[in-house]
């Protein structure tokens, strides 16, 4: 089964390769005082790569992804054919962000189009014609509407699906649980609100998250909001939400983690899917 890595030794400058779903993903990270949040691919982005590729829960659905910050899950999305996404929103509220997640989606398209001009059976060349993808301003507490109007519109002449039939939407974030109630109370509203937005009557909608907890108060507060906006967690109920891996061992993965999630005041890495209740 293909997994997603980053490789050792590829932040030679300001770029870092992510191996994902067979392809090889090359996205740019901000420096400077940016670079230590959304402007650098962090573990939790790679693994939440791995886990889409592993369900292929992407494959066939409308995806957004909320502080996109590099936009590399939602690229990913869009680029690797084992991710399959119908069209995709990269989406973030801070400025800067949404700059990087613009050049790196105009240099991944930019790359495509070169290399299939020079190797017309290379994986670009078959990708050429990738999914749309839209990048757009988005605060959680903001209505969600403005950000379901982003995607596209429902494919026509789709003989496997009606116009009256809506394919599905996923929601994706990584490390969007942030060391505060506010915003994980937000993150909870901003998902329910995408989730049960009438566009996806009678479709799959679900939000999946890999997140590395720097404060073990921030699980017990996480599962909270969840039940207070209706949601409930996919396969198992809320208190199975525990970290699926050593903490340790993921942190090794990406220098920039360092011992901020793996130290014994943290609370780990947790991976959930929800779904909105109703």
């Not at 049960?196 to 507060?221: K, Y």
């Amino acid at each position: 089964m293909s997994k997603a890595k980053m490789k050792a030794g590829t932040l030679a400058g300001d770029l870092v390769s992510v191996h994902v779903g067979g392809r090889t993903l090359t996205v740019r990270e901000a420096t400077g005082a940016m670079g230590g949040t959304g402007g650098r691919v962090w573990s939790c982005s790679v693994m939440l790569m791995e886990w889409l590729v592993e369900t292929g829960v992407a494959r066939g659905r409308h995806v957004v992804e909320l502080g996109c910050g590099t936009g590399v899950v939602g690229i990913a999305c869009s680029e690797v054919p084992a991710l399959g996404a119908l069209s995709v929103v990269l989406s973030d509220m801070d400025d800067d962000s949404l700059d990087l997640a613009r050049a790196n989606l105009t240099e991944m398209a930019s790359k495509r189009t070169s290399d299939a001009d020079a190797d017309a059976k290379s994986w670009s060349a078959l990708a050429v014609a990738a999914p749309p993808v839209v990048v757009c301003k988005f605060n959680w507490a903001d209505p969600v509407g403005c950000l379901v109007e982003q995607l596209q519109p429902e494919p026509e002449g789709d003989p496997s699906l009606s116009s009256a039939e809506p394919r599905g939407v996923l929601v994706v974030g990584s490390d969007v649980c942030y060391n505060t109630p506010a915003a994980i109370e937000d993150l909870c509203k901003a998902v329910k609100g995408i989730l049960r937005h009438p566009r996806w009557r009678g479709a799959e909608a679900e939000f999946v998250s890999v997140c590395g907890l720097r404060e073990r108060t921030l699980l017990p507060c996480l599962l909270a909001a969840v039940c207070r906006h209706g949601l409930y967690v996919v396969d198992g109920e809320p208190e199975a939400m525990i970290p699926s891996v050593e903490a340790g061992t993921i942190a090794a993965r990406h220098v920039w983690d360092g011992n901020a999630i793996g130290s014994a005041a943290a609370g780990g890495y947790v991976r959930f899917a929800l779904r909105a209740a109703g």
